[in-house]
Nanobody
């Protein structure tokens, strides 16, 4: 049973920083491809960032490029951080971590290609 748990969310002011973490547990002999998604009230789930299973390729949504950085602590990608700088009120959302054993990066931005999801962590940015 694979489980994902996000942490690090909170209430901050515009311009502040937060670091989200995603811890993945469960039996896996291969590394995960991991993605971060977010969903604001009344909006569709949006791709934020992703990291390939080999950790060599990083991906970002257009709205966070240059402000957010994804990183992995180990080669299995079982601990992923999302450093969020220069936060804006429009970054307010529930942030979800997702994982899959797929090695393909062609659909890294597609939420439907992820098999495992965390419960989410709230990020609120006040103006």
């Amino acid at each position: 049973q694979v489980q994902l748990v996000e942490s690090g969310g909170g209430l901050v002011q515009a311009g502040d920083s937060l670091r989200l973490s995603c811890a993945i547990s469960g039996r896996a002999f291969d590394p995960y491809r991991v993605g971060w998604f977010r969903q604001a009230p009344g909006k569709e789930r949006e791709f934020v960032s992703g990291i390939s299973s080999d950790g060599r390729r990083l991906f970002y949504g257009d709205s966070v490029k240059g402000r957010f950085t994804i990183s992995s602590v180990n080669t299995k990608n079982t601990m992923i951080h999302l450093q969020m700088n220069l936060l804006k009120p429009e970054d307010t959302a529930v942030y979800y971590c997702a994982a899959t054993l797929s090695r393909s990066v062609a659909d890294v931005r597609n939420a439907l290609t992820y098999d495992y999801w965390g419960p989410g962590t709230q990020v609120t940015v006040s103006s």
